[in-house]
């Protein structure tokens, strides 16, 4: 978890000055239920075949790349939350959202 926080701390300082300083993270894909996952929702971070922390989910941004492709930023809250590890393929897409409504997985924080 301290590699996550520390690539989130090298991405910011390297946004240009007057910029938001908030952490997104891009994806191509477009969550059909936005509005579900931003009622609370997290992004949960798998790392090492676990998964490990989350991060709340604060705005969901489509928008068109310079190559014309339609992508998605997720926009995060920057507090980085451990949760209980337990056993996680990596997968790409929105899997962890079936977790519960909300798309929050009943998984434990730590402290």
Known sequence: MADLED???E???KRP???ARE???VT???PKRADELLAGGSLYWV???EMACRQ???RVEPFVDGEGVGRCRLVLAPEVVPVVPRPYRAFQGWRAASCG???SCDRPELG
């Open 47 to 49: 790392i090492r075949g």
């Open 23 to 25: 952490h997104a993270h």
């Open 28 to 30: 191509r894909m477009v």
């Open 17 to 19: 000055k007057g910029s």
């Open 101 to 103: 409504r909300s798309g």
């Open 7 to 9: 690539w989130i701390r």
């Open 11 to 13: 991405r910011l300082a």
């Open 56 to 58: 709340t989910l604060l």
